[in-house]
């Protein structure tokens, strides 16, 4: 899932680079924990970074040191997970079509078989999806 993110600010860099703008980025993994997105967070900052793209995994855990950045004139632009009450630049959301997809396909994998008239797990799938993005609010 990740990956995809990656690949996709790595090749905008490029095109930008193409048109003599350079900049690196700098991507962190902190493998679900609080205590290490914060260690990281701190050391982007230190490092005097000039845009923090964030993926909080605790919202209410990061809303202080994303608030120093406010104070510090960093902008910031949640990415899957909006944080309230602090100043964003932008919110991005991945695909919502393509996430129901990868849910349906995960659930239909590894937790149940229907048996139904439809004979074809394409069919299930299909039905699956149109239910998990026409009927469930998130």
Known sequence: YWKTYVKYFNESADVFKDEGIKF????????????IQQ?????????????????????????????????INIPIIAFNRLISDVELKAYISPNMTQT???QAEFLLDNF??????????????????????TNLSP
Do not use: M, P, W
């Open 24 to 35: 690196e980025i700098k991507v962190k993994f902190s493998k679900r924990s609080v205590s």
């Open 39 to 71: 260690a990281d967070l701190e050391n982007l900052i230190a490092n005097k970074i000039d845009v923090l793209i964030i993926t909080a995994h605790d919202t209410k855990a990061s809303k202080n040191i994303i608030k120093y950045c406010e104070l």
């Open 100 to 102: 129901g997809q990868y």
């Open 112 to 133: 149940f078989f229907i048996k139904t008239a439809f004979n074809s797990s394409v069919s299930l799938k299909a039905l699956f999806y149109y239910t998990f993005l």
